[in-house]
C-alpha cells in the first residue's frame, strides 16, 4: 500500500512504533514481532487515518521525560548531562518544553544542529522509541498546524520544514517503516 499524503506516511510511523514499544513491553529480549503486534499496527493506522484514534498528548512524554530525566534521552548515560532540543533551533525547533530533552554533553554536541534522525542515520542507529515517539509527536503537531498533513509528499518543499521529512518518507532510508 503506497502512503501518499504526510498524514499517511506520519501515521504509518506512528503505527509501526506502537507495534515495536509493544513488542519491546511483552518480551524484551525477542527478535521478531508476533500476530498480535501486527493487529496492533493495523488497528491503530486504520484508526488513525479514519479519526477513530488520535496520537496521544505530549503531556505523556514530558510525564516520562521528567521520570527519566537522570538519564541521556539519546544513549542512556547519566553522566554531564545538558538540555538539548529535539529540533534544533537552527532548523526552527522552538525552545518549549515538548521540544526540549535531556541530554549528556557528548551527544547533545556529536547531534548539534541535525535532524534527529539524519543523526542517528550517520551513526547508524535507530532513536530509541521514547524519543522518536516525541519525534513524531512533533512532525505531527507541525504538520497540522502548517495544513500540510493531507498534502501529496510529491508537492512538498522539504526544505520549508524543520524536520527531516524525507528520510522518514523515503523506505529506503528507514526500511522498518
Not at 526552527?92 to 549528556?104: E, H, P, Q, R
Amino acid at each position: 500500500m503506497e502512503r501518499r499524503t504526510v498524514k499517511e506516511r506520519l501515521y504509518w510511523c506512528y503505527a509501526n512504533l506502537a507495534m515495536a514499544h509493544s513488542a519491546v513491553k511483552r518480551s524484551p529480549d525477542s527478535k521478531r514481532y508476533s500476530r498480535v503486534h501486527y493487529m496492533i499496527r493495523a488497528k491503530l493506522y486504520k484508526g488513525l487515518v479514519s479519526g477513530t484514534m488520535s496520537i496521544r498528548s505530549l503531556f505523556d512524554d514530558e510525564r516520562e521525560k521528567i521520570k527519566d530525566s537522570v538519564s541521556c534521552s539519546f544513549c542512556g548515560s547519566s553522566s554531564d548531562l545538558s538540555v538539548d532540543h529535539l529540533v534544533s533551533r537552527f532548523n526552527g525547533g522552538s525552545d518549549s518544553g515538548d521540544n526540549l530533552i535531556a541530554t549528556c554533553r557528548i551527544c547533545n554536541s556529536s547531534k548539534g544542529k541535525k535532524d534527529l534522525l539524519e543523526w542517528y542515520e550517520g551513526k547508524e542507529e535507530f532513536p530509541p522509541l521514547m524519543t522518536f515517539r516525541r519525534y513524531l509527536k512533533l512532525c505531527h503537531t507541525f504538520a497540522s498546524e502548517r495544513g500540510i498533513l493531507e498534502m501529496e509528499i510529491e508537492g512538498i518543499d522539504f526544505t520549508s520544514i524543520p524536520f527531516r521529512i524525507d528520510l522518514w518518507l523515503d523506505p529506503r532510508k528507514l526500511a522498518h517503516f
